[in-house]
């Protein structure tokens, strides 16, 4: 592949877990196999990326050399320990993401990740250089003050819940993580905050992150009805 169009992945499961009740989410086994690996899997089938760099809590960091040592992975190159903020955790991948002119930043917790959403990104970000996975929100949504107090109910047909994978010129990212140290919730508010435009593609709702044990049981329904559709 033209090293100019090289992409490299870079999945964050450095997270405390602190909603799960003491469940490492990131290797909880959904239909016997670890959560984190189903992403992996989509990853590796996606013929764009030619490295994975997985980065897990420090306590996890064993669980996660057990899956580079396996080889089951041919692009995993590298399985490290992240920091105390998720943008440190996506700093220390880039910092192991090597001659790849394009990056994504994935969420280990969302595990139904799909080969449709990574086309999209991946049409997208050469386009844009910054474009991120995204749904439209079905709610209505409000502003309330700390004290509970509807101060705005924006316009619906505009909001959209933002989601990853998230999609950079790796060069772009890299800046952006070097000139802010005030905590983001994402990567592309980091990227906005340069004055870059973003580009909103089209998720999927089935893409949803596993925050709950309630949400283990969502997406394990959501597997098994695409392993017996591809069955």
């Known amino acids: 592949m033209d090293s100019k169009l090289s992409l490299g992945a870079i999945v964050v499961a450095a997270g405390s877990s602190t909603r799960m009740s003491g469940i490492d989410k990131t290797f909880n086994p959904i239909l016997e196999k670890p959560m984190i690996t189903y992403c992996l899997d989509t990853l590796e089938s996606f013929t764009a990326i030619t490295q994975i760099v997985l980065v897990v809590a420090k306590g ?10 396996k080889k089951t992975y041919k692009k995993l190159t590298t399985v490290c320990a992240g920091g105390e903020r998720r943008q440190d955790s ?3 991948g880039l910092t192991n993401i090597n001659n790849c002119s394009y990056v994504l930043v994935h969420d280990g917790a969302r595990p139904c990740l799909d080969i449709s959403i990574l086309n999209r990104g991946w ?14 929100v079905k709610d209505t949504i409000k502003v309330a003050s700390l004290e509970g107090d509807v101060q705005e109910t924006p316009p619906r047909d505009s909001l959209w819940a933002a989601q990853t994978p998230q999609f950079f010129k790796y060069d772009l990212l ?12 994402d990567d592309a508010s980091m990227v906005e905050m340069m004055g870059h435009p973003v580009r909103m593609f089209l998720g ?19 597997i098994s009805k695409k392993f017996k559709v591809n069955s």
């Open 204 to 222: 999927s709702y089935e893409n949803l992150k596993i925050t709950t044990i309630e949400d283990l049981s969502i997406a394990e329904s959501w």
């Open 174 to 185: 890299h800046q952006a993580h070097h000139l802010y140290d005030d905590t983001f919730t």
């Open 60 to 69: 996890s960091l064993t669980k996660g050399q057990d899956i580079l040592n």
């Open 90 to 92: 996506v700093r220390i």
């Open 123 to 136: 049409d997208n970000v050469k386009l844009h250089g910054a474009a991120v996975a995204g749904v439209p």
